[in-house]
């Protein structure tokens, strides 16, 4: 399983770069997206996916073996991770509309410079 | 008494604080309040000329330490002095005449600021007896000349001029910098004082010619000597207080006295002689010579600034006690006659609106003192007694017959120099102050009684000074006395006079005087012949070979950087793709002992992996459909796949933040898509065969380093710790929010402040719109 995710992730970052190197700044914009999401999986992947058990300890317990769950590490930094990317994602669009909007453009090569024509 | 001249060299610095203030209350009054700073300080060098030990440091050691080895301390011996005494006498002096000179200016704030604390950086340089103190000290003289001579920076001239000059004397600091750290390296120590009194000498060192090579770079790119000299004539671009200061007292002379700083060091090698030797001729009869045919007063004055350079550098070289008496009498005699000069060509120049010699006519009668003043100050130029300037040539004469083997060189360039000089102190008091030009009237603009006292007093001063020294010479005596026990080690009384009986260097002083009023004479065919041999040498005109210079490393550098700057995002990004790529990639497959087993792995599950194949399906539709929303939804679609398999393998939390946020981020898209452009295609074929290839390298190489790090399992979990104390620590049964909770608490903080900044961020940008409609709205 770990192979075919690994696959995936590797899919996904083709196509995130593929994106990213596009001239338009709303492919731009989505391949950030993908990235974003395959850079969680690669975490996830990382914290492992031997186990299906849900990081709860259960009601009668003090406590959890670790041997039992994956990494809840992981699911921590995704989750942080997840968040901010969204808002990154609010602000990238936020600046994309006004940036549209100012120069009239969605191509980045007509961004080449800081001078206002 | 040490701690008094620090204080007052620190006020000097100080002072500019209070410039606004006092600009606010009296505008024209700024130099005059100013000028009360190098007064105090003159008051108090002179009380140490007079109690000075012929052969005792003034004032020995008083530090403040700023770093290990870097101190402040002064040390006050016969050359800081002589130095000194000059730099605030005239800085005093200067400032007074600046009062009127600069009255009604702009930028008067800035000119005062820059003027004081190129003094006290001055001030501080001479008196400095450590030797990296020394040169950051000869840095800042460097810079605020630079502000100054640019001062006028909306002419062009004016700033190539301060450009020049801050290039060629940074050049020099950076060699001075090198130089130092050098010498405390093999010395152990960057004072003055201990390297004087241990008599460390490095002329035996290996590194020793690297290091006089170094501070005659210095010494030569600060003190305009051939073949940097040009940048001096440029900087008469300054205004003309400025220009006085730093031809007479300031600037130029640093060079000076860092060699005579240093020559317990470094002195009276074979090396040191002749590499002085050899541009101090030079530099002394180019200047000299280039003097002769130029009409511009301050141009004039300039070049023979060059040329008295040259032969200060010159009497170092030749390295006997009596020319070091001579470079240090020099010294005075030119810091007293181009100071009083040059001011007067501002006065000249602000009574009648040129400095142009020949367009000037007979000004005797209209302004009566400063016709005294400037015979005064030519006569001494000119070397002629009973003034200063008689005796420091003679002294300069006297050492250049006494030195061996080169005297049949020298002294013809030093006759032929000076013959130059007297023909030029004549020509300028000639054609300013008696030839009756039949064509030209000048016009008075400012009548010199209508000068304030402020004005003229400049230049009476130091005619007058140059006076009294030549009369009475023996004030000078203890310090130069005191200046050679530490140059040179040699206990000498030194004694000066005005007359010193009949003797060849008197023959030489006659042959001089008459060679200059021949030469006077004819000095039209002279000017012509001078002209012409200098328009022989104009390919090597060294002004634009140093502006081609710079202008041709600009180009080279802009085009460079225009190749790695180039601006286009996509291929900075391929950029960095592909270099850490390669660079990733040599050390991934360096790691070979790691077996590639299939067993590691987990087992396949069906429900994800066809989630899997319908998310790799939506991404390719995102990445090829040519509709922006359905592109949009794809997205989505892999998002939520995603989710779920987070889902299915035991991360609830993760799998509802997922859906949230990828809702969340969808609604957004949306609301902002209907206001931007369809997708368009703007890239040629080629590039989206080179984009792909380099995206599917990408990928094969993220696919490679998961594999790798899938394989390197570490034995132990940070997270175990959590696992184990979540319910008995946080209290809670969800081991990640207890995490997120309590654990890493903080963290879960700053994740809010980037949301919350983020937020602001979207807030602003849409509050800036509104704004600027608004603003649209009013200009139509």
Known sequence: MELIIAIFIGL??????????????????????????????????????????????????????????????????????IVIGLGIAAYILALKYRYFEVTGTHDLDQLKNTDQK | MANLLTVLIASLFLATLAIPVIYRL????????????????????????????????????????????????????????????????IGFLILLYSSFYMANQERQKSFYLYLMIFMGAMLALVFSNNLITLFIFWEITSVASFFLIGYNHHREKSRQAAFQALIITAVGGLALLFAVILTGNITGTYRISEIISEGIHLGNHSRYPLIL???????????????FHFWLPGAMQAPTPISAYLHSATMVNAGIFLLLRLYPLLGGTIMWKYSLLITGSITMFLGAFSSMGQKDLKRILAFTTISALGTMMLLI?????????????????????????????????????????????NLTKSMPFTALFTFLAVISMAGLPPMLGFIGKELIYEATIQMPQLSWIIVP??????????????????????????????????????????????????????????????????????????????????????????????????????????????????????????????IYHLPSIFNNLVNTYLKVTSRNTERIQHGYHRFYLMTFFLVTIAITSLHLFKITDIPFSLQYFSPVKPHVLLL??????????????????????????????????????GAVDLAITQFLAETIIMVIFVMVIYYL????????????????????????????????AELIKPDYRVSDFFTENSYTLGEGKNIVNTILVDFRALDTLGEMFVITMAAAGVFSLFKFQIKRLKERKKDS
């Not at chain 1, 391949?31 to 031997?50: D, E, M, P």
Request: glycine fraction near 8%; charged fraction near 15%; hydrophobic fraction near 55%.
């Open chain 2, 677 to 708: 452009p369809t997708f368009a295609v703007l890239s040629t074929r080629t590039s989206r065969i080179r984009d792909a290839i380099i995206s599917i390298i990408t990928g094969l190489f993220i696919t490679l380093v998961i594999l790798k």
């Open chain 2, 26 to 89: 009296r505008t024209n009054g700024t130099g005059t309040f100013l000028a009360l700073f190098p007064l105090l300080i003159f008051i108090l060098l002179g009380y140490l000329l007079i109690t000075l030990n012929p052969f005792e440091a003034g004032i020995g050691d008083s530090s403040i330490a700023i770093l290990e080895g870097m101190e402040l301390s002064l040390r006050v011996d016969g050359l800081s002095l002589i130095f000194g005494l000059l730099i605030s006498g």
């Open chain 2, 317 to 361: 070289g030749i390295d006997t006690v009596n020319s070091i008496k001579a470079a240090l009498v020099f010294f005075i005699v030119h810091g007293l006659y181009k100071g009083g000069l040059f001011m007067i060509t501002g006065i000249i120049d602000k009574s009648t609106g040129t400095r142009d010699i020949y367009q000037l006519n």
């Open chain 2, 413 to 538: 360039l030093g006759v032929g120099a000076n013959i130059i000089m007297v023909a030029i102190s004549i020509t300028v008091f000639y054609e300013l102050f008696i030839y009756q030009k039949k064509k030209i009237t000048t016009k008075l603009l400012i009548k010199e009684k209508a000068f304030p006292t402020s004005f003229l007093v400049g230049p009476a001063i130091l005619a007058f000074m140059g006076l009294l020294l030549g009369i009475a010479p023996e004030i000078l005596e203890n310090a130069i006395s005191n200046s050679i026990y530490f140059i040179r080690g040699q206990s000498i009384k030194i004694t000066l006079s005005l007359w010193h009986g009949f003797n060849e260097v008197l023959l030489l002083s006659i042959l001089t005087i008459a060679g200059g009023v021949i030469l006077f004479l004819l000095r039209k065919p002279a000017n012509r012949f001078i002209a012409h041999i200098l328009n022989l040498f104009d």
């Open chain 1, 12 to 81: 996904l970052f083709a196509c995130g770069v593929y994106l990213i190197l596009r001239r338009s700044i709303v492919k731009v914009i989505l391949g950030i997206f993908v990235l974003s999401n395959a850079t969680n999986l690669i975490i996830f992947l990382a914290g492992g996916i031997k186990s299906e058990a849900v990081a709860f300890i259960p009601d009668d317990a003090e406590s959890l073996n670790p041997e039992l769950i994956n990494d809840p590490m992981a699911q921590v930094l995704i989750l942080k991770a």
């Open chain 2, 213 to 227: 090579s170094l501070v005659i770079i210095a010494a030569v790119t600060k003190s305009a000597q051939f073949p």
């Open chain 2, 612 to 649: 899997i194949i319908i998310a790799s399906i939506a991404v390719l539709f995102a990445v090829f459909t040519k509709t922006r929303l359905s592109a949009i939804l794809a997205m989505g679609l892999t998002g939520y796949s995603i989710g779920l398999i987070y889902l299915f393998y």
